[in-house]
């Protein structure tokens, strides 16, 4: 069990990895040579993506080992869609109502960049380690 989890962080590892260092050559391709604040954005647009593949992934294996490989990601899906809803519904009438709202966000979100993703992949981690545990309590109780 715990193997699957190992498994799906060294994919999400190596896609990730792959992922940079190909956003590093079109960067230097693009700029001729100079990476500058693109290469440091696209690092970290890479570790914002291992805490979403972390998240989907802690989502997606309870389900996985309950009802099994087709019916967990239909499940898996209805979530995803339900949560993007959730979340861009209320944002777009947000910004709708306060569209200076952005920039002030981006301007307060900018020094703290990394601490926040720090935390955001801290709290994947953690997603990760507590879907392990109900996995392994579903596993348990299908086998018995």
Known sequence: MAGRY???LVGMLAGLAFSWALAQAVTRLAASGGGGA???LSLE???????????AAAVFLPLYFRFGAGRALLYFSAIAVAALIVV???????LAEEPALLPR???WVEPRLGQLLGAFVGAAALAMGVSLLLSRRIYEVRDL
């Not at 647009?45 to 998240?55: I, K, P, R, T």
């Not at 861009?88 to 947000?94: E, N, T, Y």
């Open 105 to 107: 966000l981006a301007r």
């Open 88 to 94: 861009s519904l209320p944002a777009q009438f947000i």
């Open 6 to 8: 190992l498994t799906a």
């Open 38 to 40: 693109a290469a440091l």
């Open 45 to 55: 647009a890479h570790v914002f993506l291992l805490g979403l593949l972390a998240f």
